[in-house]
């Protein structure tokens, strides 16, 4: 019961207070006069919201040392979360990912560290994002969420609704690996397979908000994912010593993640728990899929929509993001940038890490891997740095390559074969 002792004593961090939501805040306008404790959308001028936090009462509530010794995962972050009481927020057992220094799958010297967001409820980080959103929607009283999704985020979705007492409608390309689209049915939510890509599925949630009621959760559309998934640079400094890794590759589609980590180090550093330096942030897209990539390439802004996108590393075939700008600004600002890998050296990274390491990445952290490798070859990185990889999701989810050695039981065993 040690778990249900730890979550209860989380949960107690709720009961005796408010959130420190300030307001929200048009990510493109700046314009702030969207109040916290009622339900929005986009902002007016079509874009995400970024939810605000009184930095000075989080200051003189919490110190760094205390956050530090609360045990268990993401929702022990609760001054810096937007849910106000105990009784909304949803739990799976969710536990601060471990950090894993690789080893034989790299130089000799290198500083090369994966966080494995695999160990978390579904499999996915999707689910820091997904359990925050679904606990704002039962705090705010929504009570059918519909989501387009290559396969993750429907699967965090459908968990965390169903726990919740919510209900949960995804809509999936029809070529999202069957394991994802079993796996979100499974787990109590309604599932459709829908032939064209996950813009088609984003239109028709989309076109359905009016008719069916539902809370459109397309990424970045809700203010609460980007919350969630900021817990994973909560998470990093913490895990860091408040110190920073020199970079962070980040498999990114939608790029909730890295919006979110970027949001985190902001509010940790106003609140004096970490000082001005930052990982230099890179977005790693795959090459037939890499819309962020063209616009930093480009040196524009906004991105322009991918067409024929396609890349097994399911996550981030995403030919258009909503928060384009806020990724680009991310990457600017940290002095990164954005890489493009081909899908043949993603398996082979993948492949490569698993049999030397023994650790099984999804695609999309195997992509990362791909990118460093570019980047240390091209010079963007040197060898000295200390390097974070995310893997995003365990790889388990993916299709893996055939086995092909048969033993026949019936006839005489060549033992020497084993040694
Ligand atoms: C969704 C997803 C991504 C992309 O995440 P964003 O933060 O939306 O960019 C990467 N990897 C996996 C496994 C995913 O499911």
Redesign the pocket.
């Known amino acids: 019961m040690a778990n249900q002792l730890e979550f209860e004593q989380t949960k107690s961090l709720y009961d005796d207070k408010p959130s420190f939501v300030s307001h929200l805040e048009c990510s493109i306008t700046g314009e702030s006069d969207y109040s916290a404790g009622q339900i929005h959308g986009l902002s007016r001028a079509g874009r995400p919201l970024l939810v605000r936090y009184d930095l000075d009462k989080i200051k003189n509530s919490v110190s760094r040392d205390e956050m530090e010794s609360r045990p268990g995962g993401f929702w022990k972050y609760r001054e810096f979360l937007p849910v106000g009481s105990g009784e909304n927020i949803i739990s799976l057992g969710e536990v601060m990912t471990p950090l894993i220094p690789l080893k034989h799958s790299v130089p000799k010297g290198c500083d090369v560290i994966v966080k494995d967001e695999g160990r978390l409820p579904t499999g996915?980080?999707?689910a820091r994002?997904l359990a925050l959103a679904a606990a704002m929607s039962k705090e705010l009283g929504q009570k059918h969420l519909a989501i387009p999704t290559?396969?993750?985020?429907g699967a965090a979705l459908a968990a965390y609704a169903t726990y919740a007492g919510l209900k949960s409608t995804s809509f999936c390309p029809d070529d999202t690996p069957v394991v994802n689209i079993r796996e979100i049915q499974l787990q109590g939510a309604d599932v459709f397979t829908v032939n064209g890509l996950v813009s088609d599925c984003i239109k028709i949630v989309k076109d359905g908000n009016q008719q069916v009621g539902w809370t459109d959760y397309t990424?970045l559309k809700e203010p609460y994912r980007i919350e969630g998934?900021k817990t994973m640079g909560l998470e990093l400094a913490e895990q860091f010593g408040w110190q920073m890794p020199d970079v962070i590759f980040?498999?990114?589609?939608?790029?909730?993640?890295?919006i979110?980590m970027w949001k985190a180090f902001d509010e940790l550093e106003k609140i004096g728990w970490i000082g001005s330096k930052r990982p230099k942030m890179v977005a790693v897209q795959a090459s037939n899929c890499a819309p962020i990539v063209k616009a930093y390439d480009d040196g524009v802004e906004h991105a322009t929509f991918w067409e024929n996108a396609y890349t097994e590393?399911?996550?981030?075939r995403?030919p258009a993001?909503i928060g384009d700008f806020l990724i680009l600004r991310a990457v600017r600002q940290s002095g990164g940038f954005a890489i493009a890998v081909d899908e043949e050296d993603i398996f082979k990274c993948r492949n490569h890490i698993a049999q030397k390491d023994g650790l099984l990445l999804?695609p999309?952290?195997a992509a990362t891997f791909a990118a460093w490798q570019m980047a240390l070859k091209s010079g963007q990185v040197s060898k000295s740095d200390k390097v974070l990889l995310f893997n995003?999701?365990t790889g388990l989810k993916y299709p893996m390559p055939e086995t092909n050695q048969f033993l026949d039981k019936n006839k005489p065993i060549d033992y020497n074969q084993f040694k």
């Open positions: 996915s980080f999707k994002g290559n396969g993750n985020a990424t998934k980040y498999p990114t589609g939608g790029g909730t993640g890295f979110g590393a399911w996550g981030i995403v993001a999804c999309e952290g995003t999701a």
